[in-house]
């Protein structure tokens, strides 16, 4: 009774292809496919990615004096 025989597996592989239909299940595969492929490279690649990554910070010297605007100054994370 642990374990279920090739019948059983046969029946729930039926109900679930007319449930989703055999063209949404292979996107599904491929999508799944894709992302342990993107998960893969991003394991190898490490931290290399994250640095590069990065946007560069914005430095801007000319102040405006619009009443819309706010003021604010960004501080590094530390």
């Keep these: 009774m642990g374990s279920f025989s090739i019948w059983h597996w046969l029946i729930v592989l039926l109900v679930v292809v007319l449930?989703?239909?055999t063209k949404k299940l292979k996107n599904m595969g491929s999508d799944l496919g894709?992302?342990?492929?993107?998960?893969?490279?991003?394991?190898?690649?490490?931290?290399?990615?994250?640095?590069?990554?990065?946007?560069?910070?914005?430095?801007?010297?000319?102040?405006?004096?619009?009443?819309?605007?706010?003021?604010?100054?960004?501080?590094?994370?530390?």
């Design 19 to 21: 449930i989703f239909g």
């Design 34 to 78: 894709a992302a342990v492929k993107g998960f893969k490279d991003g394991v190898k690649s490490g931290g290399d990615a994250d640095e590069a990554a990065a946007p560069p910070q914005q430095v801007t010297t000319q102040r405006t004096q619009d009443a819309n605007t706010v003021d604010v100054e960004a501080k590094t994370k530390s």
